[in-house]
């Protein structure tokens, strides 16, 4: 799941996106509404967590457009306001969710996963293939009821995987999914992965590489 994190407090985005990130999430983070709307036009989000007073250009604007363009990414809006007018304002504007500074970090973590199943197709919350059982809300994954000990990047490509359903999922698609922008795009990094997870995932080989196309799970 990709996230962008727009919060104009510099200590307080970097504390919000490490912490998604220890949870397997790829994080973008700016620290304006301009930038928020760049970046936006150019990368595919499932989630925005959204600071409503931006500099620049307004979190409401910001939000204002998100729901304007008809996409499937979802925003949580974030504020000090606690007043239920500023809420419904908010949720007026297009936002999906509403979270009140200061916030308890499992709650904002909770809310993002939330939204992010929303922004894509319908999958069962315990995801199961091949013997496969990936829990996304648990950070936990069993290979015939064996516990696989994963890293977070091996856990989020082995997600894509489940979700594709046994189609075939690119290694662009797996480095947009699972990695930030910060991301070299010639880099080997999906490769070296696949690799890693197909060690601890053992023999007979779960993980199929489909030449030209990219890796699926039968």
């Known amino acids: 799941m990709r996230v962008l994190v727009?919060?104009?407090?510099?200590?307080?985005?970097?504390?919000?996106a490490e912490g998604l990130r220890q949870e397997a999430f790829a994080v973008d983070v700016v620290h304006d509404g301009a930038a928020a709307l760049e970046r936006l036009a150019v990368n595919a989000y499932d989630v925005v967590v959204l600071d409503r007073d931006l500099p620049g250009v307004h979190g409401d604007e910001v939000?204002?457009?998100?729901?304007?363009?008809?996409?499937?990414?979802r925003v949580?809006?974030?504020?000090?306001?606690v007043t239920v007018a500023d809420r419904?304002?908010?949720?007026?504007?297009?936002?999906?969710?509403?979270?009140?500074?200061?916030?308890?970090?499992?709650?904002?973590?909770?809310?993002?996963?939330?939204?992010?199943r929303r922004s894509r197709p319908a999958a069962p919350p315990v995801l199961e293939r091949s013997g496969i059982r990936l829990d996304p809300t648990l950070r936990q994954a069993y290979l015939d009821g064996r516990y696989l000990p994963l890293s977070r990047k091996e856990f989020a490509v082995l997600e894509e995987l489940l979700r594709a359903q046994?189609?075939?999922?690119?290694?662009?698609?797996?480095?947009?999914?699972?990695?930030?922008?910060?991301?070299?795009?010639?880099?080997?990094?999906?490769?070296?992965?696949?690799r890693s997870l197909r060690r601890k995932l053992g023999e007979p080989a779960l993980?199929?590489?489909?030449?030209?196309t990219g890796y699926r799970i039968p």
């Open 6 to 16: 727009v919060e104009d407090e510099e200590m307080l985005a970097g504390a919000i």
């Open 63 to 73: 939000c204002r457009q998100v729901a304007a363009s008809g996409g499937d990414v």
């Open 76 to 81: 949580l809006m974030l504020t000090v306001s």
């Open 88 to 116: 419904v304002a908010g949720l007026g504007l297009g936002a999906d969710d509403y979270l009140t500074k200061p916030f308890a970090f499992a709650e904002l973590v909770a809310r993002v996963r939330a939204l992010g």
């Open 166 to 194: 046994g189609a075939p999922v690119s290694a662009e698609m797996l480095l947009e999914r699972a990695w930030d922008e910060n991301i070299d795009p010639f880099t080997t990094v999906v490769r070296v992965t696949i």
């Open 207 to 212: 993980i199929e590489t489909l030449t030209g």
